[in-house]
């Protein structure tokens, strides 16, 4: 059964940073892409990030309003199966419920092409 798990979301002040985690167990994260989606109030599920995993280096990608702030990595040791999202440089319009996902093949911007999810964790950026 694939599962996945966020945690480090929190309040923080505009300007400041946190690292979100997502621990994936039920797969073979080397065979997936990991993406990090979000969803503010009233708002559509919106892509920031995804990583795939390569023998000759990860490939990542971002969403354009987060390039440069956002960082998505996983674990160095592969048995963790963990991925991060660290966040520099938030904006309150960062503000919103943080969800990990994973799907196999390639990366994708699309949420419902995404097979499993997390439950969320909810990032507040105050101004």
């Known amino acids: 059964q694939v599962q996945l798990v966020e945690s480090g979301g929190g309040l923080v002040q505009a300007g400041g940073s946190l690292r979100l985690s997502c621990a994936a167990s039920?797969?073979?994260?080397?065979?997936?892409?990991m993406g990090w989606f979000r969803q503010a109030p009233g708002k559509e599920r919106d892509f920031v990030a995804a990583?795939?995993?390569?023998?000759?280096?990860?490939?990542?990608?971002?969403a354009d309003s987060v390039k440069g702030r956002f960082t998505i990595s996983r674990a160095s040791d592969n048995a963790k199966n963990t991925v991060y999202l660290q966040m520099n440089s938030l904006k309150p319009e960062d503000t919103a419920v943080y969800y990990c996902?994973?799907?196999?093949?390639?990366?994708?911007?699309?949420?419902?092409?995404?097979?499993?999810w997390g439950q969320g964790t909810q990032v507040t950026v105050s101004s």
């Open positions: 039920g797969l073979t994260l080397s065979s997936y892409t």
């Open positions: 990583i795939r995993w390569r023998w000759t280096g990860d490939s990542t990608y971002y």
């Open positions: 996902a994973t799907k196999p093949g390639s990366m994708e911007v699309i949420a419902p092409r995404y097979n499993y």
